[in-house]
């Protein structure tokens, strides 16, 4: 038996908020059918957060005409952070987002 570290490791979870299930690649820790993430880290990959509330897909990063991370708010702590985009998020919801993150 290993001592559990802090790195990022693959793993399959069930979204939260949709029930979709989402395979880990070790890098997204959000779901790519509704984009909710879950409160889990203090600094990413740690899982080292009590929290454990839902985040809220709040707003959008664009870089060159690309949305390239997507910012949560977590519904109980109102903690924020951003995440990578990943190329299997759902495109029209990240375009959603950033229009009615416009106003900001
Ligand atoms: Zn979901
Ligand atoms: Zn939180």
Not at 41 to 54: F, H, I, K, L, Y
Request: proline letters at 6%; glycine letters at 8%.
């Amino acid at each position: 038996m290993r001592p559990q570290h802090t790195k990022a490791v693959k793993e399959d979870f069930t979204c939260a908020h949709c029930g979709a299930q989402v395979k880990g690649n070790g890098r997204t820790n959000h779901c790519p059918v509704c984009l909710w993430s879950r409160h889990m880290d203090e600094v990413p990959g740690d899982r080292a957060s009590t929290c454990q509330g839902m985040m809220k897909p709040v707003g959008v990063w664009v870089q060159h005409g690309e949305i390239t991370r997507v910012e949560h708010e977590c519904e109980k702590c109102k903690f924020r952070r951003y995440g990578p985009v990943m190329p299997e998020d759902d495109r029209e919801l990240l375009i959603k987002i950033s229009v009615a993150d416009i106003r900001k």
